[in-house]
């Protein structure tokens, strides 16, 4: 079945007068067994791609179980790097004050949390715990606050939204845009009949 796909993808590349790169082509499969599968693809000119655990596609990283799982760790390494370069800058001798801190955090760290969203969030409690963890240890070190502080206070006082309520509105500002779409564009065809936001 995979040969026949090979066939299919380089008969209309060399319909379309286009090649593809070798060393770029990857494989996985989706399942959710436990037993990876070991398969392999021969292309046409005897070139051999063997079955990956998991592919960046579209900036996304895809593994076999499809649950983001992968994606998740990469995005939490970022922000938490993103989040230590803001702390060292915040502790410089420059006294940056509270407004100026502020939209470093929301400019560098909420645009690497709220990127992509719409694909993975579902109200994932083990995703959420993560994030509000690194949003609290920005507002306390925004605020110079106590680690006793109360977290709602805090959001409160530097007009952040809770973490939930971001990754929330986010999704529905996404689903509001799909609706205003017209009917016979593709995304709103693969779309829900029953999507609620």
Request: glycine share 0%; proline share 1%.
């Amino acid at each position: 079945m995979l040969k026949n796909a090979a066939k299919i993808a380089f008969t209309w590349a060399k319909n379309n007068a286009m090649q593809f790169n070798n060393l770029k082509s990857e494989l996985i499969h989706f399942e959710s067994h436990k037993i990876a599968l070991n398969q392999m693809i021969i292309l046409l000119n005897n070139m051999i791609i063997k079955s990956k655990t998991c592919v960046w596609w579209l900036k996304v990283w895809l593994n076999r179980k499809f649950n983001f799982k992968v994606h998740m760790q990469t995005k939490i390494a970022t922000i938490i790097r993103m989040l230590h370069l803001l702390f060292k800058l915040m502790n410089n001798e420059w006294e940056l004050n509270v407004k100026s801190e502020k939209q470093l955090y929301l400019i560098y760290v909420t645009s690497i949390s709220n990127y992509d969203v719409e694909i993975w969030w579902n109200n994932q409690k083990s995703h959420l715990v993560k994030f509000c963890k690194l949003q609290n240890a920005a507002l306390r070190k925004i605020l110079n606050a106590f680690w006793t502080s109360l977290i709602n206070v805090m959001q409160i006082k530097i007009e952040i939204s809770p973490m939930k309520m971001q990754l929330n509105q986010k999704c529905k500002n996404y689903a509001i845009w799909i609706v205003k779409l017209l009917k016979k564009h593709f995304i709103r065809k693969r779309t829900f009949i029953s999507y609620s936001f």
